[in-house]
Antibody
Framework: EVQLVESGGGLVKPGRSLRLSCTGS????????MSWFRQAPGKGLEWVAF??????????KYAASVKGRFTISRDDSRSIAYLQMNNLETGDTAIYYC??????????????WGQGTLVTVSS | QSVLTQPPSVSGAPGQRVTISCTGS?????????VHWYQQLPGTAPKLLIY???NRPSGVPDRFSGSKSGTSASLAITGLQVEDEADYYC????????????FGTGTRVTVL
């Protein structure tokens, strides 16, 4: 059974940093792209960051709202994807989900999702 | 911010058919990028419902179907059931800003 489990969320002050982890099991982690999404309270889904699998170059993409502050990375030997979040702002408050990405023609869809971890940025 | 537009809500009685539209532009759906749909039951994580415009993952009932034309896409639910009450999001890829993944504004489906 495919599982993705996020961890590392919590309450943090504006300007501080937090690192989220996403541990995968039940599939060959290194074969899949990974992505992070977020959902602010009562709001819709927002894509945050994306990393291709190493066979496809391991390249990364970021939403404009987090570019320069967030970094996505992966450790395939441990089946973990990370989201390093620096200089956090109150607007980053959300549930953060990780998801595995599968290629369909030229781009990706997101087939398995974790249960999410809550990040609250507040003084 | 969402660049794909969906109606905020749709409703129907059990057994009815409802459709959800997803309107994009020439930088995403209109440029040929595929549309995927996700279902989010209350208090849970999103779940893939349709990928590649009209493909259902294993385990998704055939009551759910998708289509795409021009700059828009649609999700249809036939034989509406109480357990279909959820939020639904379309998703695609947008070529602007260096390329990014975009979601629809979301649609709440209510079973009357």
């Amino acid at each position: 059974e495919v599982q993705l489990v996020e961890s590392g969320g919590g309450l943090v002050k504006p300007g501080r940093s937090l690192r989220l982890s996403c541990t995968g099991s039940g599939f060959t982690f290194g074969d899949y792209a990974m992505s992070w999404f977020r959902q602010a309270p009562g709001k819709g889904l927002e894509w945050v960051a994306f990393i291709k699998s190493k066979p496809y170059g391991g390249t990364t993409k970021y939403a404009a709202s987090v570019k320069g502050r967030f970094t996505i990375s992966r450790d395939d030997s441990r089946s973990i994807a990370y989201l390093q979040m620096n200089n956090l702002e109150t607007g980053d408050t959300a549930i953060y989900y990780c998801s595995s990405g599968s290629l369909f023609w030229s781009e990706y869809y997101f087939d398995y999702w974790g249960q999410g971890t809550l990040v609250t940025v507040s003084s | 911010q969402s660049v794909l537009t969906q109606p905020p809500s749709v409703s129907g009685a059990p057994g009815q058919r409802v459709t959800i539209s997803c309107t994009g532009s020439s930088s995403n759906i209109g440029l040929g990028y595929d549309v995927h749909w996700y279902q989010q039951l209350p208090g849970t994580a999103p779940k893939l419902l349709i990928y590649g415009n009209n493909n259902r993952p294993s385990g998704v009932p055939d009551r759910f179907s998708g289509s795409k034309s021009g700059t828009s896409a649609s999700l249809a639910i036939t034989g509406l059931q109480v357990e279909d009450e959820a939020d639904y999001y379309c998703q695609s890829y947008d070529s602007s800003l260096g390329g990014c993944y975009v979601f629809g504004t979301g649609t709440r489906v209510t079973v009357l």
